[in-house]
């Protein structure tokens, strides 16, 4: 499994309550693009229409031999998942306060493959927590390893 592109910000703002694992609708070029690492989804969300889950403003990077072959670079691409996953997430959705985030695309053999998160947003203070949380791992990281230092 190789990482192409990681959404660290969905961690900062959503509780992550499940993971699913999705293939993308791509053309050759696009593939090409991926390949060589020129994927972004850090403003990329997730919708459904038609039963059918859609990504939008998923970044591609038109590839450079591509010419007439390239297409445009922030389309809307289709996800494909099983019927009984996507009635789930449309489900969840449904309730207040879930929505659909993009984790992570990464290459799986030959596929390229992108996680999709269903998630709950986070208050201010649930950001605050978690922050202070990550302060004081760090601090008891740097003190073990300064104890272990002498």
């Known amino acids: 499994m190789k ?4 959404n660290k910000k969905a961690y900062h703002d959503y509780f992550i309550e499940e993971k699913y694992e999705a ?9 090409k ?22 990504i939008l403003n998923m970044h591609i990077s038109p590839y450079e031999k591509g010419n007439i ?3 445009d670079p922030i389309r809307t691409r289709k996800l494909l998942l099983h019927k009984y996953e996507i009635n789930k997430i449309q489900g969840s959705i449904a309730q207040k ?3 659909v985030v993009p984790l992570k695309i990464y290459l799986k053999g030959s596929l390229v ?19 202070a ?17 002498y």
């Open 69 to 71: 072959f390239n297409k």
């Open 133 to 149: 949380k990550k302060d004081q791992r760090r601090a008891a990281e740097k003190e073990f390893k300064v104890k272990n230092l």
């Open 113 to 131: 493959k992108v996680q999709i998160g269903l998630a709950k947003g986070k208050k201010n203070y649930d950001k605050r927590q978690d922050i």
């Open 97 to 99: 306060g879930y929505t």
């Open 33 to 54: 693009s991926i390949r060589m690492g020129k994927c972004s989804v850090k403003e990329s969300f997730i919708t459904v229409r038609n039963g059918e889950i859609q």
């Open 3 to 6: 990482l192409i592109a990681q």
């Open 23 to 31: 293939g993308i609708v791509l053309v050759g070029t696009e593939v």
